[in-house]
């Protein structure tokens, strides 16, 4: 699909101020393909300049099989979401010197299926990246910049 800069993407932060804040955000689609179903990963790095001049994305667009069985209780391809976010940022913890902030596009309310998976995604973020990551509503650069880029990079 589409891979992201990692030089690229590590330079720019790196020539911003410290002020500069870094958010990283995960959303997944799922589409079927060859009669098989897929899931469209998009994570996405969102680097808010001075922490109020605009923002860059960078980002990349993954492809994987789909193995949940139910569209209803998508609890694998959220959980690969939460994986690749994690990936993401440990590719780029050790080369920059900013917090980084972790989105996961998953609903505290139990009214969503994305809720089944909240404790056990909180926990993989805190235990692999030292951090407590944001949900809904305050997780916009999973639920808004991932989602926008999806359809900017897979097109």
Known sequence: MRSINLLE????????????????GADSA????????????????VVHINGSNG?????????????????NKPSLRLMTEVYKVSEMYHKLYPYIAHDIEVHLDINPSDKYASNRVIQQAI?????????????????????SAADKLTHILAA
């Open 55 to 71: 923002c860059k994305v960078f980002g990349e667009v993954t492809r994987d099989l789909d193995y949940d069985k139910h569209l």
């Open 123 to 143: 926990g993989y973020i805190k235990g692999t990246c030292n951090t407590i990551p944001k949900v809904k509503p305050d997780a916009w650069a999973a639920s």
């Open 9 to 24: 993407t590590i330079k720019f932060i790196n020539s911003q101020s410290p002020e500069t804040r870094i958010y990283l």
């Open 30 to 45: 799922r589409l079927m393909k060859d009669n098989r179903w897929i899931a469209e990963y998009t994570v996405a790095v």
